[in-house]
């Protein structure tokens, strides 16, 4: 039976109809090279890109001093990441941003011919069929510059929307900049200060040099007391005393009484200047308020004008690092029909073929023998029963 063949009856089966499979074959090979020599070439072109994560970020406005050497640029090694590209890559927008550059292109071309592929270097390559090797290229390195553009216009929307909100907020700095510069001008008028540090930097010189004159004078008065032969404030009594008046010169008693009313007199000032340095303290300590206030205005003001300059030249030229690795260029050879290939193939399928047909024309030959046989048994057992 049938299903009791051998490898060798398979083996059999091919090599009597090896002239039919060969005619197979050939046949299938020759008919896909005329088909191909008929069919329009379609070339492939090939653009890669990456986002670098290394960057460092650039400023138009900032006045620190960056490092001339920077990293070497590399792609952030994340699937996820450069999953994001090509979503963005396949939007519906972006198809309508390159049919726009193309309107010879019909809408479902860029669908159907236009792939985005995550490399394995986590680089994003795109790949565009056409018959036109020129035009192929410049659609590849046209989506470049769209993804390139994408981004900047989203940078240039949020800087635009920053800048309004930076303006009003300078506006108002401002505006509490000046009033705060008015209140501590009236309050230095009011008080007659320059400034808190001024006004305490003047109080301590004249308290110094009252304190230095008071002190020449205690020198010089006990200079003279040692002269006529007092000692400590019994000298001092006796110096006032009207009977001892007589026997101590009149000029270094009078030189001694200056002495001592120079002296009470220093003391004095300095007590008074004491007062009112005590009375002056609230008005230091709220113009040292009024200042840091200020201080801290021009600060926030410093900042904002700042950051305001850097969202105006953001907002009219952002800056964007789009790395374009690979330039697409026209190929030279078309990506399909590849003749060889294609020939190779249909010859393994065209022998695949033939093989199979052969081996069913052997199946069914056996079926037909086998049914020949059982028929030819069934025959001979009746006449043998009719006999």
């Given at each position: 039976?049938?299903?009791?063949?051998?490898?060798?009856?398979?083996w059999?089966?091919?090599?009597?109809?090896?002239?039919?499979?060969?005619?197979?074959?050939?046949?299938?090979?020759?008919?896909?090279?005329?088909?191909?020599?008929?069919?329009p070439?379609?070339?492939?072109?090939?653009?890669?890109?990456?986002?670098?994560?290394?960057?460092?970020?650039?400023?138009?406005?900032?006045?620190?001093?960056?490092?001339?050497?920077?990293?070497?640029?590399?792609?952030?090694?994340d699937?996820?990441?450069a999953?994001?590209?090509?979503?963005?890559?396949?939007?519906?927008?972006?198809?309508?941003?390159?049919?726009?550059?193309?309107?010879?292109?019909?809408p479902?071309?860029?669908?159907?011919?236009?792939?985005?592929?995550?490399?394995?270097?986590?680089?994003?390559?795109?790949y565009?069929?056409?018959?036109?090797?020129e035009?192929?290229?410049?659609i590849?390195?046209?989506?470049v510059?769209?993804?390139?553009?994408?981004?900047?216009?989203?940078?240039?929307?949020?800087?635009?929307r920053?800048?309004?909100?930076?303006?009003?907020?300078?506006?108002?700095?401002?505006?509490?900049?000046a009033?705060?510069?008015?209140?501590?001008?009236?309050?230095?008028?009011?008080?007659?200060?320059?400034?808190?540090?001024?006004?305490?930097?003047?109080?301590?010189?004249?308290?110094?040099?009252?304190?230095?004159?008071?002190?020449?004078?205690?020198?010089?008065?006990?200079?003279?007391?040692?002269?006529?032969?007092?000692?400590?404030?019994?000298?001092?009594?006796?110096?006032?005393?009207?009977?001892?008046?007589?026997?101590?010169?009149?000029?270094?008693?009078?030189?001694?009484?200056?002495?001592?009313a120079?002296?009470?007199?220093?003391?004095?000032?300095?007590?008074?200047l004491?007062?009112?340095?005590?009375?002056?303290?609230?008005?230091?300590?709220?113009?040292?308020?009024?200042?840091?206030?200020?201080?801290?205005?021009?600060?926030?003001?410093?900042?904002?004008?700042?950051?305001?300059?850097?969202?105006?030249?953001?907002?009219?030229?952002?800056?964007?690092?789009i790395?374009?690795?690979q330039?697409?260029?026209?190929?030279?050879?078309?990506?399909?029909?590849?003749?060889?290939?294609?020939?190779?193939?249909?010859?393994?399928?065209?022998?695949?073929?033939?093989?199979?047909?052969?081996?069913?024309?052997?199946?069914?030959?056996?079926?037909?023998?086998?049914?020949?046989?059982?028929?030819?048994?069934?025959?001979?057992?009746?006449?043998?029963?009719?006999?």
């Amino acid at each position: 039976m049938y299903a009791q063949a051998t490898l060798y009856d398979y083996w059999m089966a091919l090599y009597s109809r090896k002239g039919i499979i060969l005619l197979v074959s050939v046949s299938a090979m020759v008919f896909t090279l005329l088909i191909g020599r008929y069919l329009p070439p379609i070339y492939e072109a090939k653009a890669t890109l990456f986002v670098p994560f290394n960057d460092a970020s650039s400023s138009y406005s900032s006045s620190s001093q960056q490092r001339m050497a920077q990293p070497a640029l590399k792609p952030l090694p994340d699937e996820k990441e450069a999953g994001i590209h090509v979503g963005i890559l396949r939007s519906d927008d972006m198809a309508e941003g390159i049919h726009r550059r193309f309107p010879g292109k019909e809408p479902g071309f860029f669908k159907k011919n236009v792939d985005f592929v995550t490399s394995p270097q986590f680089f994003t390559d795109i790949y565009v069929r056409d018959r036109d090797p020129e035009l192929a290229a410049a659609i590849a390195n046209t989506y470049v510059d769209l993804y390139a553009e994408f981004h900047a216009r989203l940078l240039k929307d949020k800087a635009t929307r920053t800048r309004r909100v930076l303006e009003q907020q300078f506006t108002e700095i401002e505006k509490r900049v000046a009033s705060k510069t008015a209140e501590i001008s009236e309050f230095k008028q009011r008080n007659k200060l320059l400034s808190s540090t001024e006004a305490e930097q003047l109080a301590l010189n004249q308290s110094q040099q009252l304190e230095r004159d008071r002190n020449s004078v205690i020198v010089e008065l006990q200079a003279v007391r040692e002269r006529m032969g007092v000692a400590g404030q019994a000298g001092a009594d006796r110096a006032g005393n009207s009977d001892a008046s007589g026997a101590i010169p009149n000029p270094m008693l009078d030189k001694m009484q200056r002495l001592e009313a120079r002296k009470n007199a220093l003391t004095e000032r300095i007590e008074k200047l004491r007062d009112a340095t005590r009375d002056t303290v609230t008005a230091i300590a709220t113009m040292r308020r009024l200042e840091s206030d200020k201080r801290i205005l021009d600060e926030l003001l410093s900042n904002v004008e700042m950051n305001l300059a850097e969202a105006r030249m953001q907002s009219e030229a952002p800056m964007v690092n789009i790395v374009q690795v690979q330039t697409a260029r026209p190929p030279k050879i078309p990506a399909f029909p590849i003749h060889a290939l294609n020939a190779i193939v249909a010859l393994v399928l065209g022998f695949a073929a033939a093989c199979y047909a052969a081996l069913l024309l052997e199946y069914l030959g056996r079926l037909k023998l086998e049914r020949i046989r059982r028929n030819l048994v069934e025959d001979s057992d009746l006449r043998e029963v009719t006999m």
